[in-house]
DNA sequence: TGCCAGGCCCTCTTTAGGGCCTT
């Protein structure tokens, strides 16, 4: 597979459109099976974080206040990622953040965003739950940190993203997993799956 | 004033409702 950008962000809520802001990223470049590189960082929004995101996340008012400007991190971290197709957990969320933080530096992306979690809902149907921490157990995947902080959380879907990437290989051999795959398949019906695998199968094989 | 996310998925569906998942 082409190499990819693994992210996660934790924020003060579920909406920008509610004046939500992000309070930490991580982005993890997955090449060749494995994470070959790494950004994080806190951020400062110069906006409160309610106790129970602080209890949820151990990201405190306190911590917020000495880490570098928001806009100077997203633009580092846009940097990073540059072009590439970014993959998160419930990516609807994290692109929203993604797209809100970008818009106040005037910038805007190019790229899809892959969903894991769609993904796994589709190619892990057993799964108790489609949950990062849950999914991690459940595929026997390393606990990479504290759930809820951005990097322990993007190098954990990363780890998700190469054992989805194994079942399809492994499982459904399918001999060349692309990014492109891995949008249709996530917006492919679980009815039109095996058509959709079997159609992989041939494409590259015959 | 009172409201307050939203995209995806499943089903006892499609003229809808409710659960999942992210912080």
Not at 6 to 16: A, C, Q
Not at 51 to 75: F, Q
Request: glycine share 6%.
């Amino acid at each position: 597979m082409e190499a990819v950008a693994v992210i996660d962000f934790e924020t003060t809520g579920l909406s920008p459109a509610q004046g939500d802001r992000a309070t930490e990223i991580a982005a993890v470049i997955v090449e060749d099976g494995r994470v070959v590189d790494r950004y994080q960082s806190l951020m400062n929004a110069g906006v409160r974080i309610p106790a129970y995101i602080e209890a949820l996340t151990g990201i405190t008012n306190a911590m917020i206040r000495s880490a570098p400007a928001a806009g100077e991190v997203m633009r580092e971290v846009s940097d990073f990622v540059g072009n590439m197709p970014i993959v998160a957990h419930n990516a609807s969320f994290d692109a929203k953040f993604w797209d809100a933080e970008l818009a106040r530096i005037e910038r805007s992306r190019e790229q899809d965003f892959v969903c894991s979690l769609l993904l796994s809902r589709r190619l892990l149907p057993a799964a108790p739950s489609h949950k990062l921490g849950v999914l991690v157990q459940y595929a026997n995947l390393p606990v990479a940190g504290r759930y809820h902080r951005a990097l322990a959380d993007a190098e954990m879907a990363a780890s998700l993203l190469l054992r989805l990437e194994d079942e399809l290989r492994l499982r459904h051999q399918v001999p060349r997993v692309s990014v492109d795959l891995l949008r249709q398949i996530q917006r492919t019906s679980k009815a039109q799956l095996p058509t959709c695998l079997a159609a992989a199968r041939g494409k590259t094989s015959g």
